[in-house]
């Protein structure tokens, strides 16, 4: 198993670096044609293409589908393996996306083999779905994995563990991305500083605004992540631009009516007068519903932590939480 994270993980795949993704769904791909599973790769246009592999027992007709679902992406930029290279240590294995989530592809692979030695005739034909840009909202697989888990019996989701204790994650939170773009008005900053909009400072304080709409308690997050603004010092800042991280417990969460385009923030009084522009692209602030969509119901699992602790009792030998 080692062997095989290692060879995924040195397969570097940034969701959003196309050609080495695509490379390491190559090798991703191989693998499982290699145990004559049904292998198609869906090729896509800017994100690294999705791999759908099918397995059915030969025995038996299968009556339903479990999807087992998963993503090769990561969130570090290639040449990462640098600073960051493959190693074991402690007893724990190190590199990027080791943890999130090649561990899961290589545990998916070696659980075929497992089923396949035992000759187990399956009643369910399993559907394997590794997509390539999970970790920036799934937008190229999102309706892929609906469909797919609209025809499922059930799913089961990778995802690394939760904590330390390795809990058994149920849930995923909403993801959404934001932008604000805002125009002022450049000006010489020492001969003409009255005739200058700064869209820095009106950004700075928009900002401080979308903060508060943090609420932790309600499992609601907005970050600035990125932000980039003015040309130099000496002259007003013209243009300036954030991208925002947002999250959420709840799909209902997101489509309050403060995250609609609408209300979007407007420019702060102040600097009403003058001729400037906000724009703010919420079109993309949809949180991605499709992995609460296709959680366990919550009243199958009435304490879902106590589930993932029996689960965890339950594989004291390998010491894995499932
Ligand atoms: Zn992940």
Same mark, same amino acid.
């Given at each position: 198993m080692l062997a095989m994270l290692r060879k995924f993980v040195l397969a570097e795949s940034p969701s959003l670096e196309k050609p080495p993704a695509d490379r390491c769904c190559g090798i991703v791909a191989s693998e499982w044609r290699k145990r004559r599973a049904r292998v198609e790769r869906m090729p896509q246009k800017q994100r690294g293409d999705h791999l759908r592999i099918t397995w059915a027992s030969q025995k038996a007709r299968a009556s339903g589908q479990l999807l087992v679902l998963g993503h090769y992406d990561t969130v570090y930029a290639s040449g990462t393996l640098a600073k960051m290279p493959f190693r074991i240590s402690g007893g724990k294995a190190y590199g990027p996306g080791t943890f999130d989530m090649k561990a899961g592809l290589v545990q998916a692979l070696f659980a075929l083999d497992a089923l396949q030695q035992s000759k187990a005739a399956l009643r369910k034909r399993i559907v394997f779905l590794w997509t390539s840009d999970e970790e920036i909202g799934s937008g190229s697989s999102r309706k892929l994995i609906e469909s797919e888990a609209r025809h499922s019996d059930a799913v089961f989701v990778l995802e690394p563990s939760f904590g330390p204790r390795g809990l058994l994650k149920t849930s995923r939170k909403g993801v959404g991305e934001a932008e604000i773009i805002v125009h002022g008005r450049a000006s010489h900053a020492g001969l003409a500083p009255q005739e200058g909009v700064n869209a820095v400072h009106e950004l700075a304080r928009q900002i401080t605004r979308v903060q508060e709409w943090n609420d932790l308690?309600?499992?609601?997050?907005?970050?600035? /992540?990125?932000?980039?603004?003015?040309?130099?010092?000496?002259?007003?800042?013209?243009?300036?631009?954030?991208?925002? /991280?947002? #999250?959420?417990? #709840?799909?209902?969460?997101?489509? =309050?009516?403060?995250?609609?385009? #609408?209300?979007?923030?407007?420019?702060? *009084? =102040?600097?009403?007068?003058?001729?400037?522009?906000?724009?703010? =692209?919420?079109?993309?602030?949809?949180?991605?519903? =499709?992995?609460?969509?296709?959680? *366990?119901?919550?009243s199958a699992f009435p304490r879902s932590m106590d589930w993932a602790r029996s689960a965890t009792v339950r594989t004291p030998r390998t010491n894995m939480s499932l």
């Open positions: 308690r309600r499992g609601v997050t907005v970050n600035a /992540d990125f932000v980039e603004g003015g040309t130099r010092t000496n002259v007003i800042a013209e243009r300036a631009r954030a991208v925002l /991280d947002l #999250r959420a417990m #709840r799909t209902a969460a997101l489509t =309050a009516p403060r995250w609609n385009a #609408r209300s979007a923030p407007r420019f702060s *009084p =102040a600097q009403s007068h003058s001729r400037h522009k906000w724009v703010c =692209a919420w079109e993309n602030a949809r949180p991605a519903a =499709a992995l609460t969509a296709i959680s *366990p119901p919550r």
